[in-house]
Antibody
Framework: EVQLVQSAAEVKKPGESLKISCKAS????????IAWVRQMPGKGLEWMGI????????RYSPSFQGQVTISADKSTNTAYLQWTMLKTSDTATYYC??????????????WGQGTLVTVSS | SYVLTQPPSVSLAPGETARITCGGE??????VHWYQQKPGQAPVLVIY???ERPSGIPERVSGSNSGNTATLTISGVEAGDEADYYC???????????FGTGTKVSVL
């Protein structure tokens, strides 16, 4: 069974750093892109970026470029989303998802269970 | 960047047919994918490549896409269909994924 299991909820203060994880199992981790998606409280889904664990090639939405770093560790089948300086506006649930593709179209299945990040002073 | 517009909400009685639209410029030239998100849960893929159903998704869920509108249709809605639904495309111009604004389906 293909599964993505994310790290537990986090409570941080503004200015702190954070790295959350997404551990994959049940498929070849290095052969599929992994995406990160933000959902702010009561709001919709926002695509943040993707990484190809096979060679760590990554792409970012312009809205998130420079704000976060996406990485992957092939040895542990784990993808990461990282902040160096959190803001209160980073409070959201973050999902990872495996990207599937066919003929230059891409979709996401399955999704991790989500990691709630709360940033508050 | 590419914008996908959905109606904020759709309300209907059990047994009726829900049609959830996703509007975008010439969206018919893209493949559209749909996700269901129930409260407190992660999104789940319900339609991919315009009209394909993943395993486990019932036949009463279907999709279509033409011109400037894609549509997710749920026939014979049940209380268990209450959720937020999002469309999604890959925008090849900007090389990024785009999600629709989301539609809340309420079954009265």
């Amino acid at each position: 069974e293909v599964q993505l299991v994310q790290s537990a909820a986090e409570v941080k203060k503004p200015g702190e750093s954070l790295k959350i994880s997404c551990k994959a199992s049940g498929y070849s981790f290095t052969s599929h892109w992994i995406a990160w998606v933000r959902q702010m409280p009561g709001k919709g889904l926002e695509w943040m970026g993707i990484i190809y664990p096979g060679d760590s090639d990554s792409r970012y939405s312009p809205s998130f470029q420079g704000q976060v770093t996406i990485s992957a560790d092939k040895s542990t089948n784990t993808a990461y989303l990282q902040w160096t300086m959190l803001k209160t506006s980073d409070t959201a649930t973050y999902y990872c998802a495996r990207q599937e593709e066919a003929e230059r179209s891409y979709w996401f299945d399955p999704w991790g269970q989500g990691t709630l990040v709360t940033v508050s002073s | 960047s590419y914008v996908l517009t959905q109606p904020p909400s759709v309300s209907l009685a059990p047994g009726e047919t829900a049609r959830i639209t996703c509007g975008g410029e010439n969206i018919g030239s893209n493949s559209v994918h749909w996700y269901q998100q129930k409260p407190g849960q992660a999104p789940v893929l319900v339609i991919y490549y315009d009209s394909e159903r993943p395993s486990g998704i019932p036949e009463r869920v279907s999709g279509s896409n033409s011109g400037n509108t894609a549509t997710l249709t749920i026939s014979g809605v049940e209380a268990g269909d209450e959720a937020d639904y999002y469309c999604q495309v890959w925008d090849s111009t900007s090389d990024q994924s785009v999600f629709g604004t989301g539609t809340k389906v309420s079954v009265l």
